[in-house]
Structure formats: structure tokens, C-alpha cells
């Protein structure tokens, strides 16, 4: 049986101490060149392998973990953002780890070094990076995303069942003209959400035109336009209740209908997504469909520490079904006047 290299081995061939191993392996920018010289001399001799948990330790890594959040419009203003920074940090806070955070496009790839761990928030056009971090051994936990396709822990909603509640709603409070505001549809969330308010419209028997289905990206923007778009058809075609992808977009929508002169829930029924605390405070209070950000964040967190201290070594992948939130926002459309 061949005998597994060391760094003892490594030290002895350099002819340096075992610390000094340690920092060129870390890229310790104080060793002296020729050191360093030695010891990557003797790596590639002896084709030694450093063990990536070490390094990391080494680093200070297991105090350290990125939040990696894909940047999109109105980041800085979205309640998903803002609740899972909250549970993240307060995670952190209580495990007394550091935390990095990046806003990413997707395309620059990810500074891993001195991280024990990373917490992806969600997954849009950044996949590489997923896959790079677990290829360089890095523990991972995804937030908002059901990965069956990588070997990576991950905590979700069901957002098919989302979309399926808010359609549900709306069918048994008789409303058969309805509109949906999607969220980006290239997101796992406007994805399923979309389905399945689709399907359970389809196996309802009703239809949803084209033109009922307005393709927005999250933003109050996307929102106000389509709501322009909506409330400037013909009474006769105008839908009578709509279902936004997020509680922002539809709070947006509120407000066009009022600038528009279109009463909610009399002439046009509202549902949200998300329970955002403001969808309590406006001038109607807003129907909407829960899903516990904070509670996916601060598990992530929590379960991520488990995996970086050797407490978990098997993947935890979990799927958290959203909550139908009853308000003010919706009525039968047989009680508009």
C-alpha cells in the first residue's frame, strides 16, 4: 500500500520547518522566495495533495462564511433580500461567525479562500460558481432554489404550490377573468410560481389569455407597467382579480389602480406573495401567499455551521410549503358595483 504523503515529508525534502510548509501552502505573502521556492519544489515532487479542511483552518475559515446573492433590479429595496440578510446575520450573529457578502453576476468567479463555508441565495446564471465551490470542497448550502442536479444541500419552497393556492383562492371566490405579474422568469420562484398557477387555472377549465400574463423581473417598474397595461383594457376584457409574483409588485399595482381609479378589491382583487410587513400598512390590507425567508436563512446558516464542523456529513435538502395569507385585498367579483 502506498504511503499517503505528508507535510512532514514535504518539510523534510524542502529542508524547512512544517510552519513555513503551512504559509506557502496558505500564500502567506511574508516567506521568504526562496522558501517558497523549496517547498512548491517539493509538492510537485512528491505530489502532495494538502488536505483543503486544513488549509481552510488553517485560514481561519470555519468563523468565515460568504452570502453570495444574485444582483437584480430594486436588490436594495426587496423585502426577500432584506429578510434574508436578517436571518443570515442573525444566524451569525449567534454563532459567532464573520460574514462575506457578495452581490454577483454570475460571471466573475468567487473568491474562496479564507471561507468555511458559503451560502448561495438562490441560483440565477451563477451556477459555474456553484459548481466551482463544490468542486474545491467548500461547503454549501443553497436558499430559495431546489437543486436536484448538483450534489449540494439546499433549503426551498415550493412555489408550485404557491402559484396553486393563489389560483385556488381566487377560482372559489368565483373570479374566472384573472391576470397574473410574473417575477423573472429565468428564477426558479417566477418559474414554478407561473406553473403552477397555470396548471391549476388548466385543470379548472379556465383560461388565461395571453395578454393576462404580464412578464415582469421583480421590480416596482415591471409592476406599475403592467398594471398600466391591465387597467387600460376594455371593462368587458379587463381581469377582475390579479395575482403578483411578489407582495412589492403587488402593492404597486395597488397604487396604479388608485392613480387609475380602479378600486381594490371592488373592481379588481389583489394577491401577493411573500407576507411583506407592508402589505399590512397600505390602503387595503393585501391577500398573499408566505413563505418564510427568514426561517430558510437562519436554518441555512445553522445547518452550514453542522457541515463545517464535521456534525453533518450528508446532504440536507428540504422543500418548505408556502401559507395562503386571507386580508382585505380580494371579494367575488359578483360584489363589484
Known amino acids: 500500500m502506498t504511503k499517503k504523503v505528508s507535510i512532514k515529508d514535504v518539510a523534510r525534502r524542502a529542508k524547512v520547518s512544517i510552519t513555513t510548509v503551512s504559509r506557502v501552502i496558505n500564500k ?3 516567506v521568504d522566495k526562496k522558501n517558497v521556492h523549496k517547498v512548491e519544489e517539493a ?12 488549509q481552510r483552518l488553517a485560514r481561519g475559515a470555519n468563523n468565515t462564511i460568504g452570502l453570495v446573492m444574485p444582483g437584480y433590479p430594486g436588490i436594495f429595496h426587496s423585502f426577500f433580500a432584506v429578510e434574508l440578510l436578517r436571518g443570515v446575520g442573525h444566524a451569525c450573529e449567534s454563532l459567532r461567525l464573520d460574514m462575506v457578502f457578495h452581490i454577483t453576476d454570475g460571471n466573475a468567479p468567487l473568491n474562496l479562500n479564507y471561507l468555511g463555508g458559503i451560502v448561495f441565495a438562490d441560483i440565477i446564471e451563477n451556477r459555474k460558481q456553484v459548481q466551482d465551490a463544490i468542486d474545491d470542497g467548500v461547503h454549501c448550502m443553497v436558499i430559495n432554489n431546489v437543486v436536484q442536479d448538483m450534489a449540494v444541500s439546499y433549503i426551498g419552497v415550493n412555489n408550485l404550490k404557491g402559484g396553486q393556492l393563489a389560483a385556488e383562492y381566487l377560482l372559489g371566490l368565483g373570479h374566472r ?42 421590480s416596482r417598474r415591471s409592476a406599475r407597467q403592467a398594471a398600466e397595461f391591465l387597467f387600460a383594457m376594455e371593462e368587458s376584457s379587463r381581469p377582475t ?43 387595503v390590507g393585501l391577500t398573499t401567499i408566505r413563505q418564510p425567508i427568514f426561517e430558510m436563512a437562519e436554518r441555512g446558516v445553522r445547518i452550514l455551521h453542522e457541515m463545517i464542523n464535521g456534525k ?15 386580508r382585505d385585498s380580494c371579494v367575488p367579483p359578483a360584489a363589484r358595483s
Open 177 to 218: 377573468r384573472v391576470a397574473v405579474v410574473t417575477g423573472n422568469l429565468k428564477t426558479q420562484a417566477g418559474f414554478d410560481r407561473l406553473e403552477g398557477f397555470v396548471k391549476t387555472l388548466d385543470e379548472a377549465k379556465v383560461e388565461l389569455p395571453q395578454e393576462h400574463v404580464c412578464r415582469g423581473d421583480w
Open 28 to 30: 502567506f505573502p511574508s
Open 312 to 326: 453533518r456529513e450528508e446532504l440536507y435538502r428540504v422543500i418548505l410549503d408556502p401559507e395562503l395569507v386571507i
Open 241 to 283: 382579480a390579479i395575482f403578483a409574483h411578489s407582495d412589492e409588485m403587488a402593492l404597486e399595482i395597488v397604487a396604479v389602480a388608485y392613480e387609475m381609479g380602479v378600486r381594490v378589491p371592488e373592481d379588481v382583487s389583489i394577491v401577493g406573495f411573500d407576507d411583506n410587513p407592508q402589505a399590512l400598512y397600505g390602503p
Open 43 to 54: 509538492i510537485t515532487a512528491l505530489k502532495y495533495r494538502p488536505n483543503i479542511s486544513a
